[in-house]
């Protein structure tokens, strides 16, 4: 699968569930299918790889994260902004730790993923951590 992130959240703004309407969780083939853009990102930013993280995203994918202005479009610009705040802030070390996915669901070609995540750093050289919310929507592409 050949999967690209077009939306990333460390923080779930609003999320809308109808219960009765829900699809099933998708089944392991399709959860490590949906998962592999993820790691890729996750993977590329622990490296300090930002070029990896970035490919994981198409161009247009919308970024919303809880430092200002919040809202990006393109990872690229996002991680501009996010290494800005890191050099800003005297942000070092920074890490995420992804847990379980706890929900993944693939339609077809688009996939649906939350996983709990800690984003771990050190401001100063003092450890921080900051529990959050990862979510994407994936689109298969051919």
Known sequence: MDSKLIFVARKILLVF??????PTQADASEQTDAMTPVHQFVDGFNKGDMKLAIAACTDD???IDDFSPHVWKGCGNWAQ????????????????????????????DRAYVVASVTLVYKVKDKPKELP??????????A
């Open 17 to 22: 569930a109808l219960a009765a309407l829900a």
């Open 61 to 63: 994918a919308s970024v």
């Open 81 to 108: 902004g996010f290494e800005a705040i890191v050099r800003e802030k005297s942000i070092t070390d920074v890490k995420i730790i992804l847990d379980k996915p706890r929900h993944v669901e693939v339609t077809g």
């Open 132 to 141: 959050s919310m990862f979510t994407a929507s994936l689109h298969k592409e």
